[in-house]
């Protein structure tokens, strides 16, 4: 079979295609003929040597296919099921542990990047009705981040204000969350052209963060005086700032990005004042994947695919990432 890898130390320059065995499904296994991957940032990450992975690593944490091939023992799935892959194949439900965050693909072990993978059925869910192996691959990571900052953390309600941080896959996802559960969305971006794309998708107010830098304090004005009820905060130290000036007394920020650096200064004091709860979080849990797409087909929801790239031009694909020209996600056809 083909497979992408990345040869130490990392680098869009490390990735090569190259020839492997194909696995076979141990018991407890399925074996999977992979269609599609997404591309998410960890995914850069863990290419790019900013996450230190084993030498010759396949990547992609996200990826949907049809079984195969089944091990011994497996009855969650039949030879010819489609299936989507989960961010944490250790975490079925309940609170994150230690124990529950290893073993992601394509960091801790061998991802999606392949034409073919063998892994426990565990690892998998079904996919949304109706949706195509791509639109379902965009889901493990970016969607289900977006479900649980919304859903399960800011625990947003019909007539709440949220507040979205540009055009990448989990600020989409997010935006149509927020609106298929009743809520108003502010959405930033420092581009005219991607604000009119989120206005089109149902955005309520739009504010360019470029030319309006204190955006906190418009996005404050927006939700009546009161301030936001929720914030999916992306960037990090770079903007969550802004976020604290944007939310309510008692508000809640999402922190799942750190995309503007890992360290910074935060006004505390405002946060304390305010009583904002800042909570850093990290996908989710299978559980939780299946509620997140449960929603998806009761509202008839679909993701927004920027562009697909063959797996032969996998680097190209994240070299479009980080040009951050895309919106929505980026796929791979495999």
Known sequence: MKVAAVKAPGGLDKIVIEDRPQPVAKAGEILVRVRASSLNFHDFAAVSGMIKVADGRIPMSDGAGEVVEIGEGVTAFKVGDAVLSTFFPNWPSGLPRLERLIGVPGDHVDGFAAEYVAMPASAFTRLPKNWSMAEASTLPCAALTAWRAL??????????????????????FALQFAKAAGATVIATSSSAEKLARLKALGADHLINYKEDPKWGQTAFGYAGG??????????????????IHACRIGGHISLIGVLTGVSGEVPTALAMSKNVTIKGLTVGSMEDQNDMIAAIDANAIKPVIDCTFPLDQIGAAFAHQISQQHFGKICLAI
């Open 226 to 243: 009161r301030g936001v009820d929720a914030v999916v905060e992306i960037g990090g130290p770079g903007t969550l700032g802004q976020s």
């Open 151 to 172: 859903m399960l953390e800011a625990r947003i309600k019909p007539g709440d204000i949220i507040v979205t941080q540009g055009t990448g896959g989990v600020s989409i």
